[in-house]
């Protein structure tokens, strides 16, 4: 486990103890770096505030992601306390329930939009928003979350597939952009997890099965095996590592069939 003390991160994502952004958070935590946390409604306050109870000294702030001025006051907020920041989790992501059930082609423009702009966009400016801060710190990592449904279909995923493609991308220009400030922008494609976002996609109990029986390691995964592999992009370890979507999926997306 890396020495994280003294650095400070920033988890978007957490709506529970499900969510892989809480195992992200636990595994920041445990290794030594301070959290700031966010809930996107006051609906999910009360979860998020309850989980970072748990961790040293949290910050539990307010954001929509698709919320522009929330993401200011984010970054500043963070400033203000932290005087900079070491990383930044990405682990938000929606599309409304119908466009995920609705045939491909039958994707309103309104739903595309939603999709694409919490999914995708806000990692965009919640990363112009963090760039300064990090620059404080000399260099930092950025992480976000994504699924093989970016390059191959997988049935109900849909629109977010779309997403998580714009996603990939966002990934690659970003750290690009970034780079030459040493601050490092990667995703990992994790396999299928039972969270909350999860169980919004039609048969996802079945996608579960269909991993077991075809990945090589001929199991699923879980969100402390997500954290693990973040913990090695976020940390020193992944230094030299940037522009990379690193599949976490027991080898699933190898296999042919
Ligand atoms: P989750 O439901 O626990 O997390 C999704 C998060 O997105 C929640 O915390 C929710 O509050 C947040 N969110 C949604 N709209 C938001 C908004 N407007 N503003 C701020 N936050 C908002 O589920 P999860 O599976 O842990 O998802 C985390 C990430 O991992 C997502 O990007 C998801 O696509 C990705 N992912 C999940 C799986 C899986 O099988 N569970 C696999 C690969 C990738």
Redo the contacts with the bound molecule.
């Keep these: 486990m890396p020495d994280l003390s003294g650095k400070h991160g920033l988890v ?5 103890k ?4 809480w195992a992200i958070a636990q595994a920041l935590a445990r290794s030594g770096a301070r959290l700031a946390l ?1 809930y ?1 409604s006051a609906r ?1 306050e009360e979860n998020v505030r309850e989980l970072a109870a748990t961790l040293d000294n949290p910050l539990v702030l307010p ?4 919320n522009d001025q929330q993401i200011v006051e984010l970054g500043a907020t963070i400033d203000k306390e932290f005087g900079g920041l070491d990383f930044f989790v990405h ?4 599309a409304r329930p119908e466009e995920l059930a609705a045939p491909f082609s039958q994707t309103s423009r309104e739903g595309f939009r939603i999709a694409l702009d ?2 995708a966009y806000s990692f965009i400016a919640l990363s112009r928003e963090v760039r300064p801060l990090m620059q404080k710190r000399g260099g930092g990592s950025i992480l976000t ?3 093989l449904g970016s390059e191959r279909v997988f049935k109900n995923y849909n629109v ?1 597939g779309v997403a998580k493609a714009a996603l990939e991308s966002a990934v690659r220009y970003l750290a690009a952009e970034l780079g030459p400030e040493n601050i490092r922008v990667n995703a990992i ?5 039972k ?4 169980m919004g996609i039609t048969g996802f109990s079945s996608i579960l099965g269909v991993y077991r029986e075809r990945a090589p390691l001929a199991r699923n995964i879980d969100t402390s095996e997500v954290a693990d592999a973040a913990l090695f992009l976020l940390g020193p370890a992944g230094r030299a590592v940037t522009a990379e979507i690193l599949m976490v999926d027991g080898g699933f997306h190898a296999m042919g069939f």
């Design positions: 978007v994502g957490v709506a529970n499900r969510s892989i952004a966010t996107p999910l954001c929509d992601v698709a682990g938000a992501a929606f919490v999914s979350l994504t699924y977010m494609s994790a396999g299928p997890i969270t909350l976002a999860a």
